[in-house]
């Protein structure tokens, strides 16, 4: 049971490259979750799927995509990488909400530097 | 405008000693608080939650606090570890809502051996 799993661990691109994060999770949760996290910041979340086929929008999506390819996998895609998109991105995954809760269980993350 | 704040960025404790990480939030429909403790170059790690009908929650050498008459949320770590460093981050859902996750900016531990 790997949890939830993310690749690449790091990535360096250049100004208008695109690229593709992927995220895995084998702990049948329904909902997946992509945030950033910024040096001395928390987490902001850029998208999330409550489901397989769903996704919508979190704090700050502007310059991302997201696909929820099937249950397990949960991708988020730059289409032309900024400088400002230089950050941690981490992938999470939850059970679905139960009373209001929401324990979500992160990736070890992909750190992005754009140049 | 509202968010989950800490009162102290950094916090340093000798080993043995107890360890209290405070969080204030200001939205009063918020109904559920999660910690999470991130060591350097992992992802967030789940470490204990507690509901707004709660007062108090104890885990393994960990007491969650809910005051929500002050909007203030403490994280207790009895007899800290060389272990336990790490940033620890307090995050809110407000009303209930998947996805409606607010982390605060953490707050980071130190233990001193």
């Known amino acids: 049971n790997a949890g939830v799993t993310q690749t690449p661990k790091f990535q360096v691109l250049k100004t208008g490259q695109s690229m593709t994060l992927q995220c895995a999770q084998d702990m049948n949760h329904n909902s997946m979750y992509w945030y950033r996290q910024d040096p001395g910041m928390g987490l902001r979340l850029i998208y999330y799927s409550a489901s397989e086929g769903t996704t919508d929008k979190g704090e700050v999506p502007n310059g991302y995509n997201v696909s929820r390819l099937n249950k397990r996998e949960f991708s988020l895609r730059l289409e032309s990488a900024a400088p400002s998109q230089t950050s941690v991105y981490f992938c999470a995954s939850s059970d679905p909400p139960r009373e209001g809760t929401d324990t979500q269980y992160f990736g070890p993350g992909t750190r992005l530097t754009v140049l | 405008g509202e968010s989950v704040g800490l009162h102290l960025p950094t916090l340093s404790v000798q080993e043995g000693d107890n360890s209290i990480i405070n969080c204030a939030y200001s939205?009063?429909?918020?109904?559920?608080f999660i910690w999470y403790k991130q060591e350097s170059g992992k992802g967030p790690q789940f470490i204990i939650d507690i509901r707004s009908n709660m007062d108090k929650r104890q885990g393994q050498r960990v007491t969650v606090l809910l005051n929500k008459t002050v909007k203030h949320l403490s994280l207790q770590i009895a007899a800290t570890q060389p272990g336990d460093s790490a940033v620890y981050f307090c995050?809110?859902?407000?009303?209930?809502?998947?996805?409606?996750?607010?982390f605060g900016k953490g707050t980071k531990l130190s233990v001193k051996p």
């Open positions: 995050a809110e859902i407000r009303g209930g809502s998947q996805g409606n996750l607010i």
């Open positions: 939205n009063s429909a918020s109904d559920y």
